[in-house]
């Protein structure tokens, strides 16, 4: 059974910092891998998609990685700015079903 | 539309009374997803849709929980009798396809208080 794992759970950065969010999956075969934002109160905005082929992915100030075979993704995200404060959650599409598992989320505060 | 749409927002419903929930995926969109986020950032899966056909509702509470994707309607998420803990946000999602190549687009969620 498939479990996302994310760290930290909260982290309040200055602005201007770079910056990693952690997530780690257990069972490797997984079809892609997505980062997501959620504002409170809001919906899911997809940030990354990663196929299972791929190592990473870039858009604008995001980057992603996928490593597999360690079950391990990174968010990494440059010269944060207050507005991108807000939960980002990782979920992998694991199974035949093609359902998302998610991970818990990591809230992310940046300090102006 | 490019965007996956939810109605309504808010609903609050009375324990015991039905509640029913809407979705029009993205237009060529083959697969439908709900999911319920409860407790902040905790999401489960409850079933999925490939086109009108049911494709995996192993997260269905099927005793109170019904869906359905018809032709030519919003998909439906509907529940019967609601309970306290039936409080949450429901989302649906849609993909092209449902495997690799491709992402999910959320809809804004539906938020359901049962009071």
């Known amino acids: 059974k498939q479990e996302v794992t994310q760290i930290p759970a909260a982290l309040s950065v200055p602005e201007g910092e770079n910056l990693v969010l952690n997530c780690s999956f257990t069972?490797?075969?997984?079809?892609?891998l997505q980062w997501f934002r959620q504002d409170p109160g809001k919906g899911l905005t997809s940030l990354l998609l990663?196929?299972?082929?791929?190592r990473e992915q870039t858009s604008g100030r995001l980057n992603a990685s996928l490593d597999k075979s360690s079950g391990r993704s990174t968010l990494y995200i440059a010269a944060s700015q207050p507005g991108d404060s807000a939960t980002y959650l990782c979920?992998?599409?694991?199974?035949?079903?093609?359902?998302?598992?998610f991970g818990s989320g990591t809230r992310l505060l940046v300090r102006p | 539309g490019e965007e996956v749409a939810q109605t309504p927002k808010h609903l609050v419903r009375g324990e015991g009374q039905k509640a029913k929930l809407y979705c029009a995926p993205i237009?060529?969109?083959?697969?439908v997803f709900w999911y319920q986020q409860v407790l902040k950032n905790e999401f489960k899966f409850l079933i999925s849709?490939?086109?009108?056909?049911?494709?995996?509702e192993t997260g269905m509470p099927k005793e109170r929980f019904s869906a359905k994707c018809l032709p030519n309607s919003p998909c439906s998420l509907e529940i019967q009798a609601t309970k306290l803990e039936d409080s949450a946000v429901y989302f649906c999602?849609?993909?092209?396809?449902?495997?690799?190549?491709?992402?999910?687009?959320f809809g804004s969620g539906t938020r359901l208080t049962v009071v």
């Open positions: 999602a849609s993909s092209q396809t449902g495997g690799s190549g491709y992402g999910y687009t």
């Open positions: 069972d490797s075969a997984i079809y892609n």
């Open positions: 990663i196929q299972s082929s791929q």
């Open positions: 979920a992998a599409g694991g199974d035949s079903s093609y359902k998302l598992i």
């Open positions: 237009k060529g969109h083959s697969y």
């Open positions: 849709f490939q086109n009108e056909n049911v494709f995996d």
